[in-house]
Structures are given as C-alpha cells and as structure tokens.
C-alpha cells in the first residue's frame, strides 16, 4: 500500500512538471507565432482546452487505476477474512488447548478446549497471566529455562505440570511460540497443549506391571532384588542387620495338576493375601515366580527373631485356605540367611536363603532352616553334581542294580527291586541317596526314572526268556512324578515297548507321596492299576498316613521301612510299630514286605508275625543283573 502512494505522488509531481512545461513552452511559441493579440488569446484558449482535456484523460487513467488497486484490496481483504474465519474454526474446534497472550504475557485469547481440559472460562482468564495455573512441581529455573529457549529459539515443547481450576494438577504436553509481527517485532506467544495425564497412567501401569506379578499385585523379582539391593545398603549405612525369607509352598503342583491351574491361582493369590496379612505392610513381599515367596523384614536383625517370624508364617499357612467350594491344606517350607551374618550383598543372601529352603524341603518341609557356611558348599556340591548328572545321562554312566526279595516261608527268591546306582567316573559308584533328591529339585528325576523301568522291564522280559521266573520286578517311581498326569502314559509305553507283561511289575510309591496329595494320588493310582500292575506303599510308617484313605487306595503291598526293622526282635516300640502294621495290612487284604532284614532273627520274627516278604543285606545286596544268585 506505501508503494502504490509513493506511485501516485510520483504520478502528480511528474504531471505538475509536464503541465508547466506545457504551459510554459506553449505560452512561448503563441507569443512568437501569434502576430495579432486576437489570435493570441484564441491560442491561449485552445491550448487550455488541450490542457484541460489531457488533464482529464490523465485523471481519468490514474482513477481507473486506483480504482483497480482499491478493488484488489478489497477482493485481499475478504480472502482474508475467509482465511481467519477458518482459523478460528479450527481454533476453536481443536481437541488441543490454546492460549494466546499478548507480548507481556497477558492472556488475550483462549479456545474451548482450554477451557474444558482447565476449568476455567474465558472471563476468568482474559488479562491474566500463565503463572495462575502454576502446578508448584517445577521450579523457577524451569520456567527460566523455557523463557531462554522461547527468546533463542521462538519455541519451546515440553512436559509441563499445571493445576486445574479444580485444583488437580495434571501432566500436559506444551508448544510456546513467539509470533512477530510484519516488521519482526514480538507480538504474542501462542502456547498449544494437550492434557497427557491418560498417557502418564497408563506409563505408570506399564511400570508398576514391569515389576508387579499381574495374579497377586505382589512384587515381582525384579522390584524384590532391587529393594534387597536398597535395603543392604541403608543396613550398611545405618550398621543395622537385615533378614531375607525364601519361601516356597510344598507340593503346589499337585494342586495345580490335580485340581487344575485356576484353583492354583486362586490359592496363590491368597497364600499372598494371608501373607500380606501376617507380615504387615512395612516387609517386602514379593512372588519370585511359581510358588515361591519372598520376604524382606529389614527391622529383623536377629536369628531368634527370623525364626519366630517364619514359625508364624508356616503356622498361619497351615490355617484352610477356601478356594471355590475346596477347602484346601497346604504347607510351605522357608530358608532364612541374615545380613551381614550370611552374606555381605544381595545375591547372595538370595542364594544362601535358598540354600537353606532347599535344607528344609530336606528336613521333611514344612519347616524353616538357617543357612550355615557349611550350606554353601553343599550348595556348590548340588550344583556340580546337578551339572554331572546331565552328563551322566547322556554317557550312560548309570545302571540298575537288583536286590532280591524272598517269600519267609518258603525261603524263594520272588522277586527283585531294582535301584539304581550312578557309575562315576571318578568317584566310582554312588548311591542314589547322594543324587536322587539332586535330580528331583533339577526335575532329571522324570528321566531318570523312566529309564530305570525301562531296564528294569527288559531285564525282566530278558529273564522269563532265560526260564528264570520272578513273580515281579519292582520299580521305584519318586514322589515328583507322582502327581504328573504324564506318568501313567510312561508307564504303559514302556510296557507296551518292552512287552512286559503288566502282573509282573510292581511300582513302589513312598508313602508320603501317596498321603501328601491323596486325590491326585487316588487317581494317579488308579489309571496305573488299571494298566493290570501292582502297586506298594514304600518305607511305610514313616509317613502320616490317614488309615481311612490308605483303604481308598488300590494298593496290593505295604513294604514296612526297614527304621522299624532294624530293632526287632528286641526293641519294644519296633516290635509294636511292625506287628501293627501286618495286622493292619492283612486287615485291608494287602501283603507285607520287610525291608533292611539283615540278621537272621529278624527274619525269623517277621515270619512269627506272618510278614511274607522280605528283603535285606541277609538276603542279598542289591547287584547287576548278572550277579543275582538263582537258586
Ligand atoms: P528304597 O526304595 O527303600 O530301597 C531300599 C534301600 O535300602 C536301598 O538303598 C537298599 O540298598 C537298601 N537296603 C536293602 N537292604 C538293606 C539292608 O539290609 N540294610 C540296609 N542298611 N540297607 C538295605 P539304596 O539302593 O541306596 O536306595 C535308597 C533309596 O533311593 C531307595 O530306597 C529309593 O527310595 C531310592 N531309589 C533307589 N533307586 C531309585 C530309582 O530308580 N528311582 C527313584 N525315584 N528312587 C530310587
Ligand atoms: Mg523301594
Ligand atoms: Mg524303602
């Protein structure tokens, strides 16, 4: 617009000039060419026609232009609007929030969304500044840092925290602009922001399930090392003590294989409950994975205290859990290591508290221990052996020994038991005493096992070729096999392959296998009975077990542990304790079987007594197959 009036001075200076030349230079050449003063004037009056009419010819092209230009201007002037109109819509209708205020700051506009996600309306915030919305979670050098950036760089982006009118603070994602004008001068700043503390939730749910286990809402293991972690160091600083609590419930799986895995959760999920409820809020108690628990008691400093800390555990635990319509009993078995006593770090007071769990699982379970130094090295042994076993596996280090078993009244071998012995390379034969329990916590008993029946079944098939007849062969099967459904498919597989026939194997469950689960054992029992084997109760008497139950089970054999044994005939309690047992096995139509019979006399008592069966170093050790003596 300045230049086109620039133009039109231009245009009237140069006409002005022009008309005076014109006039002057005019004037000029009437004076010399007109000779009569007549003739001058008439001259005079045509050239002022001429002027005049040029003048207006002049005027009227400049107007037409003006015109033209005032037009355009006012065509710019209405896109303009159009332009603005659509600005405003999209102001207006944006989910974002906008703010604009003028060059000091001063609010001077905001839109709909503003008003929805703040609270507050226009008329409350029009002349005021920013600062009212203020959270109080950033300091002045934050609000100094964007004022720097706003003023090098025209814009600022960031997480900022603000209140609402309601008072909530809420995270909001901001854009501040610096806006000029045409000459470049700072006009307003326009801040565009949007409400992010949906975003933040569901940040923070991400978070706490990164360390939460999602069935319990425990601690995970991640949280739980961490805060072990934090707790040793406040300890060290503070030279205080700290316990940590393994724990870890007994036979959970055969909940979850017997009365399947939504009852396993539910009980999970109260075991943590009840925990919860025992130890209060101020221990950490986390779910490490599985069944097992972990516990953080940063106020117990000393042995005596952690072991009455995990006696109220294990007996609150003892207390039915209601699951559905099972009213279930479970038991846990807990390994304590102190700090600084027994460990100086985090990991190994986890390792050294389940050193000691895996003590008291060996203890019977439902139980605590400690752990001691010398745990560490059995600890270590475990876990070369662990390591030896595999290979043990692979290089067929193992072999099946046979013990037989005699009939007292006839004086016969009837049959053997086959127990298996690891031929170490370095350490010759070792007993399966020192690795069985090894290969039941690194779950190789299940192949283990197995192939134990396989031998054991061609060995059997081998000796009914050779003409030398057994009434059975028998097999131990561990307890940690006992409450998994694959066992019975195992089972008739190797039946099946070997050809053996089934009356001639004979399983032997230990007691406490039977009695820990007696359902899942129930039915376990039955789909192997079913296959036509026998079944017996090992080292019997050793167990609790439940007389009304032990009548469910469709056992054919109780084979009286050989503890009870080794005092007869002198010993008052054993010679109760046994002859108890063959009267109640007669009772229930099962027959008995004596183990660890090693002198005579006792042979001679548990004949007395009508046991049947008998098995012992006075029999024979257990040996290759080739070395059993046939009479
Ligand atoms: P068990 O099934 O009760 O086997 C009897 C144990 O008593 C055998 O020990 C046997 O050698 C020993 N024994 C037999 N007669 C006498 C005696 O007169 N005096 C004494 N002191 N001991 C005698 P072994 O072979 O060391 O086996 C120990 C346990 O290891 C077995 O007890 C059984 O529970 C387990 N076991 C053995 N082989 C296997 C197997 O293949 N699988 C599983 N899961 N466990 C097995
Ligand atoms: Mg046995
Ligand atoms: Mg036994």
Redesign the pocket.
């Known amino acids: 617009m300045s230049v086109s009036v620039r133009d039109a001075l231009r245009m009237a200076a140069l006409y002005v000039v022009l008309s005076i030349l014109w006039l002057g230079l005019s004037e000029l050449l009437l004076q010399r060419m007109a000779d009569t003063p007549l003739a001058l004037a008439i001259g005079r009056q045509i050239n002022l026609v001429v002027w005049v009419l040029f003048s207006a010819v002049l005027i009227f092209v400049s107007r037409a232009r003006l015109l033209n230009f005032i037009g355009a201007g006012a065509r710019l002037r209405s896109e303009d609007r159009e332009r603005l109109r659509m600005a405003a819509a999209v102001f207006d209708s944006t989910l974002e929030g906008v703010l604009v205020t003028d060059r000091n700051g001063l609010i001077v506009h905001v839109n709909r969304a503003f008003m929805r996600i703040t609270g507050y309306q226009q008329d409350e915030v029009i002349g005021q500044r920013p600062s009212k919305f203020k959270s109080g979670r950033h300091g002045a050098a934050f609000y100094q840092q964007i004022y720097t950036t706003l003023t090098e760089q025209g814009e600022w982006s960031g997480e900022i925290w603000n209140r609402r009118k309601s008072g909530e603070i809420y995270p909001q994602w901001q854009t501040i602009r610096a806006i000029c004008d045409d000459s470049g001068e700072l006009s307003h700043y326009v801040a565009v922001f949007s409400d992010i503390s949906a975003i933040k939730h569901s940040e923070q749910e991400l978070a706490f399930l990164a360390h939460h286990d999602p069935l319990t809402g425990l601690p995970n293991r991640l949280l739980f090392n961490d805060r072990a972690e934090q707790a040793i160091a406040a300890a060290q600083a503070n030279k205080r003590g700290c316990t940590l609590l393994l724990l870890d419930l007994d036979h959970f799986q055969s909940i979850n294989d017997g009365l399947g895995h939504t009852i396993g959760d539910q009980l999970l999920k109260l075991v943590g409950e009840r925990l919860r409820e025992v130890l209060g809020t101020s221990v950490t108690l986390a779910r490490l994975g599985g069944d097992e628990f972990g516990v953080l008691a940063e106020n117990c400093q000393q042995i005596g205290h952690a072991g009455k800390l995990a006696q109220t555990i294990i007996e609150r635990l003892r207390e039915p859990f209601l699951c559905d319509d099972h009213r279930l009993f479970i038991s846990a078995s807990i390994g304590i290591s102190l700090f600084p006593s027994d460990a100086l770090s985090a990991e190994q007071l986890l390792r050294n508290a389940d050193s000691a769990l895996f003590k008291a699982k060996n203890n019977g379970r439902a139980c605590y221990a400690l752990y001691t130094e010398e745990l560490t090295a059995h600890a270590q042994h475990r876990v070369e052996t662990a390591g030896e076993l595999r290979r043990a596996l692979e290089q067929q280090e193992l072999r099946?020994?046979f013990?037989p078993v005699h009939d007292l009244f006839s004086s016969q071998m009837v049959g053997v038991?086959?127990?298996?012995?690891w031929h170490h390379p370095e350490r010759g034969l070792v007993?399966?005493?020192e690795f069985?329990p090894i290969?039941?916590r690194t779950g190789l008993?299940a192949e283990?096992?197995a192939w134990?029946?396989r031998q054991a079944c061609r060995q059997m098939v081998q000796w009914q070729a050779q003409g030398k007849h057994l009434e059975f062969v028998?097999?131990?099967?561990?307890?940690?096999?006992f409450g998994q459904h694959e066992l019975f498919r195992e089972v008739a597989d190797v039946l099946h392959d070997t050809g053996l026939d089934p009356a001639l194997l004979e399983l032997?469950v230990?007691e406490s296998a039977v009695m820990e689960d007696p359902e899942v054992a129930l039915d376990q029992l039955h789909r192997l009975r079913e296959l036509g084997l026998n079944l017996a109760i090992?080292?019997f008497g050793t167990g609790y077990s439940s007389l009304l139950r032990l009548k469910r089970m469709p056992v054919q054999k109780l084979?009286i542990?050989?503890g009870f044994?080794?005092g007869l005939p002198c010993d008052e309690d054993d010679v109760a304790i046994v002859r108890v047992i063959i009267a109640l096995a007669r009772s229930m139509g099962m027959k008995v079987h004596a183990?660890?019979?090693?002198q005579a006399e006792q042979a001679r008592f548990l004949l007395e007594q009508q046991c049947q069966l008998g098995?012992?170093?006075?029999?024979g050790?257990?040996v290759p197959a080739q070395e059993l003596r046939w009479a």
């Open positions: 099946v020994f013990q038991e086959a127990l298996v012995r007993p399966p005493g069985i290969a039941e008993i283990i096992d134990v029946l028998a097999v131990n099967i561990s307890s940690r096999l032997e230990t090992d080292d084979k542990d050989q044994v080794a183990e660890g019979i090693e098995q012992g170093y006075w029999f050790r257990p």
